[in-house]
């Protein structure tokens, strides 16, 4: 068994398809919509073959609470693949001004990570 994506409601569609698109290398597939029930998403393939759903839909409402300190998902991680990528991109990150969670360390179980914040406040671990 194997998680087949991941999907994100997202204020902005198009912003958050060049985000990740551009900071993970995801490529982006045909934009589906359904102007029915005001429904559009792009379904993102990376690496190895994670795929990301991100989903806008006009009357999806954001929550009140911190990303990450409620009930739900907290974050998701991609596997950077070494140390030194996850040192690299976490600076990148920082120079272009996108907001660092968590530094780069080593969990107490073992995991070497940071986080990170995209442009709507979902939280993303960069991990080996």
Known sequence: MK???LAIWVKDLEAMKRFYCLQFDFKAGERYHNS?????SYFLSGEGGARLEL???DDIQAG???RGKRLGL???AISLGSET???QLT??????????????RRTG???YESVIEDPEGNWVELTV
């Open 36 to 40: 029915k029930r005001g429904f559009s």
């Open 91 to 104: 600076e990148s990150f920082r120079s272009a001004g996108i907001k660092i969670i968590g530094e780069p």
């Open 3 to 5: 998680i087949e994506h």
């Open 85 to 87: 990528a996850v040192d």
């Open 74 to 76: 907290a974050h998701f």
């Open 109 to 111: 179980d073992g995991y």
């Open 55 to 57: 989903m806008q839909q």
């Open 64 to 66: 009140n609470l911190l």
